[in-house]
Structures are given as C-alpha cells and as structure tokens.
C-alpha cells in the first residue's frame, strides 16, 4: 500500500510540476532558458541561427533539458555566461545535463543527414556544417579550412569527395590550433578513384587540436 502510494504521488508530482512540460516556440533572436521552464523545448529558430541560453546551474547541479531543433537553421546552445556547449542543426535533438559546475551534452538524435555542396576547391568548414560534399570542376587541389575548436563546439566535421579529380588534399588548422601538433596536414581526397570514403575530423580541446579518421 506504502509503495502504491507513493508511486501515485511521484507520478501525480511529476505531471503538475512545469519542469516536466513542453512548450514550442518560434525565434525571433536569443532565448534564455528559465530556471523554471518546462525541461522539453521544441524550438524554431525562426529564420536564421539563434543562440539559446541554458539557465544558471543550481547548487548540487542536477538539471536535465532536451532540446529538440524543429526549424532550418542552427540552434547554438550556450551556458548563461555564453560559453558555447553544443550546436544541433536541424532535426536534431540534445539532451543537457547540469553537474554542480559544467553543462554536459549528449545527441539523442542526429536528425536529417545535414550537408553542404561545395563546388570550389577551397573548403571553409561553417559551425552549421556537419557534412561538405565537394564537386569541383576542374582538377585543383582541395583546400581545408578547419574552423576552430570554440566555433565546432565539440561537433565532428566530415568531408566527401564526389568528383573523380586525384589532386592532393591540404587541411589547415585554425590560428593557434593544430592537426595532430601540425598546423596544416596532407592527404589525398577519398572520391571515387581512390574507392570513396568520408574523412571525418574530430575535434579534442583538451589538446588544442583535431585528429582525423
């Protein structure tokens, strides 16, 4: 009986308390997430990027919200004193969680496969970017232009090659930052004539720097 009624109260607690709520919006600039706001937003950035802000984190930590992206374009997720924690594009869907010092972010769902066709041989990687499809014209060398480590916020970069061209690839790191300690790395553009491939660049901030598989 003890167990039953308690059971009732959680679930009759965990439905009139608004942290356990939903509410959808349209942006029409930056969002700052209340300390008392419902813990699912389904948010529209309405037109063009927007930064949401999370709300401060609580003594003890322990804050749980799920963001889900329902518009077009990027949502950059913020700490309230504006340091970058995530970026969903759209489709996608993080879950942020508070300990007593540090917003922690985990993908609950990746989306739609977001890309980007770029038909230069000079790549420059976009915060928005998650895949660039490159389809040159001619046979020039591809150029790389990583974007930094603040702006990826913790996101994973990934090039394709469509085009059959086999001129020789360089990635460059952005100021101050590194490729493997190398402020620019070789490689060769994985398109058809080499069997296809994506290269995928992750980004490690605790070492200043990307690695590449």
């Not at 924690?85 to 922690?104: C, K």
């Not at 496969?113 to 591809?142: C, H, K, M, W």
């Not at 790389?144 to 916020?153: G, K, P, Q, T």
């Amino acid at each position: 009986m003890r167990n039953n009624l308690e059971l009732a109260l959680a679930h009759r607690l965990r439905n009139v308390n608004p942290s356990y709520a939903t509410v959808t919006m349209i942006l029409n600039g930056p969002h700052t997430i209340g300390a008392e706001s419902p813990s699912f937003l389904f948010l529209d950035a309405g037109g063009s990027v927007r930064d949401v802000y999370l709300p401060a984190i609580i003594p003890g930590g322990g804050q749980s919200i799920r963001i889900f992206n329902i518009g077009d374009e990027a949502l950059t997720i913020r700490t309230a004193g504006g340091s970058v924690v995530a970026t969903l594009g759209a489709d996608e869907v993080g879950e942020f969680t508070s300990s007593v010092s540090v917003w922690y972010y985990s993908r609950v769902s990746a989306g739609t496969v977001q890309y980007r066709i770029e038909t230069s041989a000079t790549v420059n990687f976009l915060a928005s970017d998650v895949l660039v499809v490159v389809n040159r014209g001619a046979d020039d060398p591809i150029t790389v232009n990583l974007c930094s480590l603040i702006v990826a916020a913790g996101q994973e970069k990934h090039l394709a090659v469509w085009d059959n061209y086999a001129s020789e690839m360089t990635i460059n790191a952005s100021a101050g930052e590194t490729i493997y300690g190398l402020s620019s790395w070789s490689s060769v553009p994985l398109g058809p004539a080499r069997g296809g491939g994506i290269l995928t660049f992750v980004p490690i901030l605790d070492l200043n720097g990307w690695v590449i598989r």
